[in-house]
């Protein structure tokens, strides 16, 4: 591909993409449906609605289990559960490296994460990111999640650049998905996680790597 001065922004996914954390909230559906007497069904996200954000899923729960919390109460004490996993989460190897290099570029950074603020806010402050990503949209900010675009086309009008001068990083298809409906560049990053899509994030992404090791290479590379 063209070196990394054909764009103006890099927005990064935040689950999965620069950390690995998808695993946590397996459990976290666990421990908070067991705490409740309820067991998780096998087709718990069976008649969710795609593009469903975080506050949205928490609706979701609270009406699939007749739950008597708040929508608010719901995502709060999600976020009390995971919050010291992502206080202390570190960054997926050669992520940091790579952040540094494209704000040493010039590139605009952004996130766009289905995570919550206070959980994205705090991986950020323990990392010392903030001052890497000029913008950040969270999943509590647009209505519709992905592989919807909002929270791309958000961030990316916050950084005040066209679609098509931006690229995303992500690991997911329905992250890729919203990447690409938002008419970005997409370059999906493997995770294990998202082993059983490989195939269909290879056809997807205009471009796949394994690592960060990888992407840098990528986007690095002379014409």
């Keep these: 591909m063209d070196r990394i001065n054909k764009f103006n922004s890099v927005i990064f996914d935040l689950d999965g993409t620069l950390i690995d954390s998808m695993h946590v909230w397996e ?14 069904p096998d087709d718990l996200f069976k008649d969710m609605p795609a593009g469903d954000g975080y506050v949205a899923i928490a609706k979701y729960f609270k009406d699939k289990f007749a739950l008597s919390e708040t929508v608010e109460q719901i995502t709060d004490e999600w976020d009390s559960m995971v919050y010291d996993f992502y206080k202390n989460i570190e960054l997926r190897s050669g992520a ?22 206070k959980l994205t806010s705090v991986v950020l402050a323990n990392h010392k990111l903030s001052s890497f990503f000029k913008e950040v949209t969270t999943g509590s900010e647009v209505d519709r999640g992905k592989p919807f675009p909002d929270i791309y086309l958000k961030v990316s009008s916050k950084l005040n650049t066209n679609p098509e001068d931006t690229l995303v990083i992500e690991d997911t298809l329905h992250g890729v998905e919203a990447a690409k409906n938002a008419g970005m560049t997409a370059i999906a990053i493997y995770n294990d996680y998202s082993k059983k899509d490989e195939l269909k994030l290879k056809e997807l992404a205009d471009y796949f790597v394994y690592n960060y090791e990888e992407l840098d290479s990528l986007l690095f590379a002379e014409k």
């Design 27 to 40: 459990q976290v559906d666990i421990d908070f449906l067991g705490k409740r007497g309820l067991q998780v």
């Design 96 to 117: 940091l490296d790579l952040i540094e290099k494209l704000h040493r570029s010039g590139i605009d950074l952004g996130i766009g994460t289905s995570n919550s603020t």
